[in-house]
């Protein structure tokens, strides 16, 4: 077993991994926990945290910075994307680029907001995802949730103690005052996207005074947003933390682990410095985090069930569906942040083709294959994405493909036997077969298949891996 002694003779390599706070060094002399507990603390409140951590850092490039290149818009404006996603866009991990995106970042201190949508064509699929700072997805507006009709939609924030107005559909309730709408287009074919921006332009968000004729109430106080850094991150976690925390009220599930976290001088508002702590307190945090990091990744890599080299899980949902199980939202989060529920969206990935071996552009060349009649069964469409094993992200490449989706089946060719291929490899496979070319990283390859609106009847990939529908194996090619 390890003591106390022998972690401290490590601490030369592990303590430039933690952070922690001034309000921890007070605590030496009342209630500090044990060396061995506070590492164990740090742990827990690391995995309950990264969700909060990672949602500050996407919200500091989108709406707060707008030095960023991934800046879109102020607080409670609006930002429609006339084009999808590329390699150019990196502060979302596992972005997808099938659907043109709206998003609106929502301060609900001051009063609710109204998002009014559009008739929608009904053969088109939308959605509006509301996804709180602890990324809970709170509530959906849209094809399968509302219908394509127009209609008028209240958000409000925690402490909100109004009622329903009259003219609005449903009220949805963020569990913090910060909040992230999504919005997601289909789009049919690149010469559709004039189609796209028409819909677009019928999204809008107003103050609910403002919808409401009246006068609109005063600002919420201005916020000093602590600048988000990826690496400074790495050391100042808990500090981030501590700023997210004060917009997200504890609910019941909650307070047990941010009494935990108390402990060890984590909670809203605090500030933390990594310099003014001691070895032993960067030694026994710093340990906690990277222990809580190796459990996150290692439950990514094994999240849901393991069906031909996919792994296909229904994780993403509301707070009851998390019900206080962190390492759960923590994957959601890691795995693709603001992730879709099940019955919106499913997403099984890989990083391994069907014999369990790493996916790796630079070593094969791969194909993955539809048997006749057997595409991903949805009401609404499917795609592929290729994504950079090390970052997520997407890759540049000659053809500027991203994926492969259900509307570009026109355009593809099946074997005789009505198979439908795709080939994923870094280099063309020829003329002949571009069409169904899925380009590669020159390494390892991260894909994730995407199917809005799953069907629920048979055959479906529904309930999430034991559905009558699985996902086909990749193989290698000579």
Request: with cysteine.
């Amino acid at each position: 077993m390890l003591t106390k002694r022998d972690l401290l003779r490590s601490a030369a390599c592990a303590a430039a991994a933690g952070a922690v706070t001034k309000p921890y060094l007070a605590l030496a002399q009342s209630g500090r926990p044990r060396f061995l507990e506070a590492k164990d603390i740090a742990e827990r409140g690391f995995i309950y945290g990264l969700p909060l951590v990672m949602n500050y850092g996407v919200m500091y490039d989108f709406a707060v910075d707008k030095s960023s290149s991934q800046y879109k818009a102020p607080f409670n404006e609006i930002k429609n994307e006339s084009n999808v996603f590329t390699y150019k866009d990196t502060a979302v991990p596992t972005p997808n680029s099938d659907t043109p995106y709206s998003m609106v970042w929502f301060d609900l201190r001051a009063e609710p907001m109204v998002i009014s949508v559009p008739a929608v064509d009904p053969k088109r699929y939308y959605s509006v995802q509301l996804c709180d700072g602890s990324t809970n997805n709170y509530g959906y507006i849209g094809s399968r949730a509302t219908g394509n009709s127009a209609g008028d939609y209240l958000v409000a924030g925690p402490g909100w103690k109004g009622t329903m107005p009259a003219g609005i559909k449903q009220v949805f309730r963020s569990g913090t005052q910060m909040s992230l709408a999504i919005f997601r287009t289909q789009l049919f074919s690149p010469d559709d996207i004039g189609n796209v921006r028409k819909v677009q332009a019928g999204y809008h968000v107003q103050p609910l005074s403002q919808y409401m004729n009246q006068p609109m109430l005063a600002s919420a106080p201005g916020i000093g947003f602590p600048k988000f850094d990826k690496e400074l991150a790495k050391t100042d976690f808990f500090r981030y933390l501590d700023f997210a925390l004060q917009f997200a009220p504890a609910q019941e599930n909650e307070k047990a682990i941010r009494a935990e976290l108390a402990r060890i001088g984590v909670g809203p508002g605090k500030t933390f410095d990594f310099k003014d702590l001691t070895l032993e307190e960067k030694l026994e945090v710093g340990l906690g985090m990277k222990e809580g990091d190796r459990k996150v990744e290692e439950a990514v890599a094994n999240a849901g069930k393991a069906i031909n080299g996919w792994r296909v899980s229904g994780l993403p949902g509301d707070a009851a569906h998390y019900n206080g199980d962190w390492m759960m939202r923590a994957v959601v989060a890691k795995a693709g942040i603001y992730g879709n529920s099940p019955e919106e969206a499913m997403y099984p990935f890989t990083r391994v083709d069907m014999d369990g071996q790493t996916l790796d552009g630079s070593k094969h060349n791969y194909v993955l294959t539809f048997p006749a009649g057997q595409l991903p069964p949805v009401n609404s469409f499917w795609s592929l994405t290729m994504y950079d094993g090390k970052t997520q992200l997407l890759i540049n490449n000659p053809i500027e493909r991203y994926l492969i989706n259900s509307p570009m089946l026109p355009a593809m060719k099946t074997n005789a036997d009505g198979s439908l291929p795709i080939y994923i490899q870094s280099k063309s496979p020829g003329a002949d077969k571009e069409a169904n070319w899925l380009p590669a990283p020159d390494g390892p390859i991260y894909l994730v298949m995407r199917l809005y609106w799953p069907k629920t009847a048979a055959p479906s990939i529904l309930p999430a891996g034991s559905g009558t529908w699985q996902p086909p194996g990749i193989r290698k090619v000579a």
